[in-house]
Every structure is written in structure tokens, then in C-alpha cells.
């Protein structure tokens, strides 16, 4: 079984920097496509940035040039440092994995069997 743990949220002002992390308890995290989502209470969960399992990264046009992505093969992780922060980014961030094929850029939340219990993060 596939646990993902995320950390790394927490209250920012406008202009501020948060990085989170996402854990992969078991397998490589270069085995699956990893993704971040966004989510505000009531409101379906938004896709936010991809690394897939071939190495490429996809962003959403909102984050693009202030969110980065990336591996970390020592720790078995996905991070996703998010600049220049806007209170539009507040809601609950989750970490997602797909095993198997890459996924590119239709992806959404139906392709991920696995999610992490996410971590908050509020921008003012």
C-alpha cells in the first residue's frame, strides 16, 4: 500500500515563499507520475503542477514562472516550491501518485489512485 505525507504548509503573506514535500512510503518515486492539487472547502480539487514518471513537469498557467516541481531520488519525494505567493493559492494542498504510464498534460485527479491527507496553506 502507497502512503503518501505531506508537509511544509502554513500562513504566508502575499509575495512569500512555502516549499512543500511529499513522501512516497513504498516503491520509487521515479516509478510514478507525482502531482500537486489544490483545493478550497466545497470547490472540486484543482490541479496545480506534474512530474511525471518520464522527468517532464507540466504547471497550470496560474502557477507557471512562480511554482517549481521537482524529484528528490534520495528522499523519495516530490516537492513543490511555490513563489511569489498569492492570496488566491490559499486552500488544502495534496500530493498525488500514478503508477505505471507517464501522464502529460490532460491529467487530472481521476488518473491518481493515490493521495496524501494534505497540508494547509493560507496566503494573506
Known amino acids: 500500500h502507497v502512503q503518501l505525507v505531506e508537509s511544509g504548509g502554513g500562513s504566508v503573506q502575499a509575495g512569500e515563499s512555502l516549499r512543500l514535500t511529499c513522501r512516497v512510503s513504498?516503491?520509487?518515486?521515479?516509478?510514478?507520475?507525482m502531482s500537486w492539487f489544490r483545493q478550497i472547502s466545497g470547490t472540486e480539487r484543482e490541479r496545480v503542477a506534474l512530474y511525471n514518471s518520464a522527468g517532464a513537469t507540466i504547471y497550470v498557467d496560474s502557477v507557471e514562472g512562480r511554482f517549481t516541481i521537482s524529484r528528490d531520488t534520495v528522499q523519495n519525494s516530490v516537492n513543490l516550491l511555490m513563489g511569489n505567493l498569492r492570496v488566491e493559492d490559499t486552500g488544502m494542498h495534496y500530493c498525488?501518485?500514478?503508477?505505471?504510464?507517464?501522464?502529460?498534460?490532460?491529467?487530472?485527479?481521476?488518473?491518481?489512485?493515490?493521495w496524501g491527507q494534505g497540508t494547509q496553506v493560507t496566503v494573506s
Open positions: 498525488a501518485a500514478s503508477p505505471g504510464r507517464a501522464l502529460w498534460g490532460g491529467w487530472s485527479a481521476a488518473d491518481f489512485p493515490y
Open positions: 513504498s516503491g520509487s518515486v521515479t516509478t510514478y507520475s
